[in-house]
T-cell receptor, first 113, second 113 residues
Framework: AQSVTQLDSHVSVSEGTPVLLRCNYS??????LFWYVQHPNKGLQLLLK??????LVKGINGFEAEFKKSETSFHLTKPSAHMSDAAEYFC???????????FGKGTMLLVSP | DAGITQSPRYKITETGRQVTLMCHQT?????MFWYRQDLGHGLRLIYY???????DKGEVPDGYVVSRSKTENFPLTLESATRSQTSVYFC????????????FGQGTRLTVV
């Protein structure tokens, strides 16, 4: 069975400061991991994905995530937050060979001027 | 237009009525999914389909019916709508070949009164 825990339901940062959104996963097999973003009243957009290549994954809009197997973590980071980053972020896991995705409950990122 | 489209975008229905949410994708992806999104729960899988005429239950299938007679379409039917089915519903598709990411529709906001 696979599961995802997003450790913070809300994260507040100031514009220009670093962003850290935390995610821990549980998986029976070597997982694929994803971060999706959802802006208000919009669909979900893929930010980045890990599929057992490099452990440091770069995504769109300056985001990146590091896969740490020993810690079963896949935290999302960005060096400098922008107002347009305010959205809800979902960490997602999928076991290899099993194509359904399991979502975390989401982290709302709030960015203040 | 290429992509994945859901209809309607908004729907209000009465308790006990049957309602069908439509999903159409143009990529010929083998896998299609229905999720519901509720505050505090993230996205939860209702049903998925690995190919035409192959469907399987997800985490929260009760009260829903799906069919997939054609690869490109995956309608979701609420046979007798209840207030607890008020939610935002997302359809998604993926090629399922190497556990690639899923592509999401814009969502259908369903209100059951």
């Amino acid at each position: 069975a696979q599961s995802v825990t997003q450790l913070d339901s809300h994260v507040s940062v100031s514009e220009g400061t670093p962003v850290l959104l935390r995610c821990n996963y549980s998986s029976s097999y070597s997982p694929s991991l994803f971060w999706y973003v959802q802006h208000p009243n919009k669909g979900l957009q893929l930010l980045l994905k890990y599929t057992s290549a490099a452990t440091l994954v770069k995504g769109i809009n300056g985001f990146e995530a590091e896969f740490k197997k020993s810690e079963t973590s896949f935290h999302l980071t960005k060096p400098s937050a922008h107002m347009s980053d305010a959205a809800e972020y979902f960490c997602v896991v999928s076991d290899r060979g099993y194509s359904t995705l399991t979502f975390g409950k989401g982290t709302m990122l709030l960015v203040s001027p | 237009d290429a992509g994945i489209t859901q209809s309607p975008r908004y729907k209000i229905t009465e308790t006990g009525r049957q309602v069908t949410l439509m999903c159409h994708q143009t990529w010929s992806h083998s896998y299609m999914f229905w999720y519901r999104q509720d505050l505090g729960h993230g996205l939860r899988l209702i049903y998925y389909s690995a190919a035409a005429d192959i469907t399987d239950k997800g985490e929260v299938p009760d009260g829903y019916v799906v069919s997939r007679s054609k690869t490109e379409n995956f309608p979701l039917t609420l046979e007798s709508a209840t207030r607890s089915q008020t939610s935002v519903y997302f359809c998604a598709s993926s090629d399922g070949v190497s556990v690639t990411e899923a592509f999401f529709g814009q969502g259908t906001r369903l209100t059951v009164v």
